[in-house]
């Protein structure tokens, strides 16, 4: 059974920066995209930084490209996200995933940005 457990969120000014972190098991993730998305009140959840857990080729929303940088650290199983120079509207909840086929969801971390 794969778990994801996202931390690292927490209140921030704007301006500043965060680490989320998501610390994977269950299994090994050779061949699997790990990703970050996000759900801010009201509003759909979309999609933020992928990485191929092997390779380590990442992609990044327009929005938060720059910003963001998505890693992981294969022997410890975590994912990562670094979050610069965030702004309000950057707070949401971060979700963690990972995807082989299907998509495993982590519970989220609340990331509010206060400006």
């Known amino acids: 059974q794969v778990q994801l457990v996202e931390s690292g969120g927490g209140l921030v000014q704007a301006g500043g920066s965060l680490r989320l972190s998501c610390v994977a098991s269950?299994?090994?993730?050779?061949?699997?995209?790990m990703g970050w998305f996000r759900q801010a009140p009201g509003k759909e959840r979309e999609f933020v930084a992928r990485?191929?857990?092997?390779?380590?080729?990442?992609y990044y929303s327009d929005s938060v490209k720059g910003r963001f940088t998505i890693s992981r650290d294969v022997a410890k199983n975590t994912l990562y996200l670094q979050m610069n120079s965030l702004k309000p509207e950057d707070t949401a909840v971060y979700y963690c995933?990972?995807?082989?086929?299907?998509?495993?969801w982590g519970q989220g971390t609340q990331v509010t940005v206060s400006s």
């Open positions: 995933t990972a995807s082989y086929g299907g998509t495993y």
């Open positions: 269950g299994r090994t993730f050779s061949g699997y995209v």
């Open positions: 990485i191929n857990w092997s390779g380590g080729s990442t």
